[in-house]
């Protein structure tokens, strides 16, 4: 099982970034798909995640709103736009399946800052 996150970046308050999280080894389609967070100094958080068709998803209330999750099976990946970013949006985002202990990705820095 691998997760590989790309997206992430320097950007301004109210910017926006889209992450992508291209995963293998396991049939994709058939699992509930997270992102998480981590900010400096703060315990990893659950922002958002999405059901296995994609028609179904949840949001951490700091992030609802502004973040959509989406996934495309056919490509193995899920994504996370993230739209209005603040400072307090500035960690190093993951994806995993949810409530699987999976070894964590690489994960992508997400900075939002003037």
């Known amino acids: 099982v691998q997760f590989v996150e790309s997206g992430g970046g320097l950007v301004q308050p109210g910017g926006s970034l889209r992450l992508s999280c291209a995963a293998s080894g396991f049939t994709f389609s058939g699992y509930i798909m997270s992102w998480y967070r981590q900010a400096p100094g703060k315990e990893r958080e659950l922002v958002a995640t999405i059901n296995t068709a994609g028609l179904s998803t949840n949001y951490a209330d700091s992030v609802k709103g502004r973040f959509t999750i989406s996934r495309d099976n056919a490509k193995n990946t899920v994504y996370l736009q993230m739209d209005s970013l603040k400072a307090e949006d500035t960690a190093v985002y993951y994806c995993?399946?949810?409530?699987?202990?999976?070894?964590w990705g690489q994960g992508t820095q997400v900075t939002v800052s003037s």
């Open positions: 995993r399946r949810r409530s699987h202990a999976d070894a």
